[in-house]
């Protein structure tokens, strides 16, 4: 079981910064994927950005040259450091784990199998 618990969001305005934590009870053991998701107002959940137990990293397309995802083993600590922020980013955002890895899978929300509660990012213009 791994729990995981977000934190750092709140309400920015265009153009600005935020940066998101994830504290994990433990990343899982062996490969394994953490991944930042967000689901803005009456939409799905989509992947926003994962990054592998060996470093590699993915992100969409919209937030690609914005927002880096970075981890601290030692702390068990998953970041999303999001600048230029705009308000389309407004959302909840999760993070996630996903212990049983598949490469091309990392943005696909059927992939995680750990979820945290969300925090709340919202972007005014």
């Known amino acids: 079981q791994v729990r995981l618990v977000e934190s750092g969001g709140g309400s920015v305005q265009a153009g600005g910064s935020l940066r998101l934590s994830c504290a994990a009870s433990r990343f899982p053991s062996g490969r394994y994927v953490m991944g930042w998701f967000r689901r803005p107002p009456g939409k799905e959940r989509e992947g926003v950005a994962a990054i592998d137990s060996d470093g590699s990293t993915q992100y969409a397309d919209s937030v690609l040259g914005r927002f880096t995802i970075s981890k601290d083993n030692a702390k068990s600590t998953l970041y999303l450091q999001m600048n230029s922020l705009k308000p389309e980013d407004t959302a909840m955002y999760y993070c996630?784990?996903?212990?049983?890895?598949?490469?091309?899978?990392?943005?696909?929300?059927?992939?995680?199998?750990?979820w945290g509660q969300g925090t709340q990012v919202t972007v005014s213009s």
């Open positions: 996630a784990a996903d212990p049983d890895p598949r490469p091309w899978a990392r943005l696909q929300t059927s992939s995680y199998d750990y």
